[in-house]
């Protein structure tokens, strides 16, 4: 039993730790420049808008961008 939650904790820290490094590098380009980040990301944001109809990224809204500066 202690090796399964050692295990589920190593899982569980790869994980928080990728989102706490690739949500904020996906949500930034809401409101920083495109040239600042990696064309990877910037693709990567430019699919997941046209696959999914995201208006919120995709228009930017004063107040979908003044989120992000809180």
């Known amino acids: 039993m202690g090796a399964f939650v050692k295990l589920l904790d190593l899982l569980l820290f790869v994980y928080f730790l ?25 693709d990567l944001k430019s699919w997941y808008t046209q696959q999914y109809g995201d208006y919120l990224v995709s228009e930017k809204p004063h107040f979908f961008v003044g989120l992000f500066g809180l």
């Not at 930034?28 to 064309?39: C, E, T």
């Open 18 to 42: 990728l989102i706490a490094i690739v949500a904020p590098l996906f949500d930034g380009q809401v409101s920083l420049p495109k040239h600042i980040f990696p064309p990877v990301l910037v």
